[in-house]
């Protein structure tokens, strides 16, 4: 069956790190765009990150940037997303999901991807 799986969200303090994993199984990833988004308590869902399958286009979300890296091991089926410098305001449920895109462009339109997972948790605490 096909699935994305989140790992690697936790509690930290205000300037720690973290670094998200976003595994695939069930069908292969190299030619997916991947994003990653976030929903805040009593908050929408935003998209705050993706990358295409050549890894050739990065998107990043305003408030992250400087702070977030995404990147991509096709040959592990996997997407990360290093936070670094977490502020209070990143707390949330990160998400990733994985679709083909015409032109293989970034979207953030959470229900347009194909494939989403269940959601990491982050919260950022001191």
């Known amino acids: 069956q096909a699935q994305l799986v989140e790992s690697g969200g936790g509690l930290v303090h205000p300037g720690g790190s973290l670094r998200l994993s976003c595994v695939a199984s069930g069908f292969t990833l190299d030619w997916y765009v991947v994003g990653w988004f976030r929903q805040a308590p009593g908050k929408e869902r935003e998209g705050v990150s993706c990358?295409?399958?050549?890894?050739?286009?990065?998107w990043y979300t305003d408030s992250v940037k400087g702070r977030f890296t995404i990147s991509r091991d096709n040959a592990k089926k996997t997407v990360y997303l290093q936070i670094d410098n977490l502020k209070p305001e990143d707390t949330g449920v990160y998400y990733c999901?994985?679709?083909?895109?015409?032109?293989?462009?970034?979207?953030?339109?959470?229900?347009?991807?194909?494939?989403r997972g269940q959601g990491t948790q982050v919260t950022v605490s001191s």
């Open positions: 999901a994985a679709d083909i895109t015409p032109g293989d462009l970034c979207t953030v339109v959470f229900e347009r991807f194909d494939f």
């Open positions: 990358i295409n399958s050549s890894a050739r286009e990065k």
